[in-house]
């Protein structure tokens, strides 16, 4: 009998390409290192590590209309940036496909693209493990993100964002304004 993070993990093999599937797998292990760091658990890390991009294969146009059958709210910011919806529906599957029903499981797969003020740890994990997984390709401060990710996990989100919103500004996309609004919480928090 497989363990439940086997199963959920041959399941999202089959569903991811191979590139997302490795990503995952980053997530799933960077999320269980933090939760030993911090004092999370490990297994609820591995699970909203593993399930974070469940929803990232569909295509945009299906994101929407899936959320318009399931009941999900699209914001404006999301109608325009549908990608951004595959954390909301990410949450969906992972509740009624994976059978999770864990709400800060939950929580850390709706919140992991843009965060959100006052997040809980698993929240903080999961999305400062997003950004950090070994396979991601080398970004800005990364390598002083992964040793703050330990560290002060807060000041690593700060980093996290304050990059995130210079690289959307620079590259002319629209900014959620929850990624501003869990900025200033933390920059707020923090000094
Ligand atoms: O799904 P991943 O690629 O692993 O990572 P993610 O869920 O953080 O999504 C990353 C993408 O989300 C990246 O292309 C930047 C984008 N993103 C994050 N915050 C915002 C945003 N895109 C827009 N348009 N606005 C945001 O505020
Ligand atoms: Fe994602
Ligand atoms: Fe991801």
Not at 91 to 97: D, I, K, P, W
Request: glycine share 6%.
């Amino acid at each position: 009998m497989a363990s439940e993070t086997k199963k959920i993990a041959k399941a999202l093999e089959k569903e991811l390409d191979a590139k997302r599937y490795e990503h995952t797998i980053g997530v799933e292990y960077t999320a269980a290192a933090l939760a030993m760091a911090h004092g999370a658990s490990v297994k609820d890390a591995q699970i909203a590590g593993l399930l974070h991009d469940c929803a990232k294969a569909v295509p945009d146009d299906k994101k929407i209309a899936l959320c318009e059958k399931y009941g999900i709210p699209i914001r404006d910011v999301e109608r325009t940036n549908p990608g951004l919806l595959h954390a909301k529906l990410g949450r969906y599957f992972a509740e009624h496909e994976y059978g999770i029903d864990n709400p800060d499981i939950l929580g850390a797969i709706e919140w992991h693209t843009t965060g959100k003020p006052n997040m809980s740890l698993l929240e903080k994990i999961v999305f400062v493990a997003d950004y950090i997984e070994p396979s991601r390709k080398p970004l800005i401060n990364l390598e002083e993100i992964r040793h703050l990710a330990f560290k002060d996990i807060d000041k690593a989100i700060i980093q996290i964002l304050e990059d995130t919103l210079l690289y959307l500004g620079q590259s002319g996309r629209s900014i959620d304004s929850l990624t501003e609004q869990t900025y200033h919480f933390y920059c707020d928090k923090n000094y």
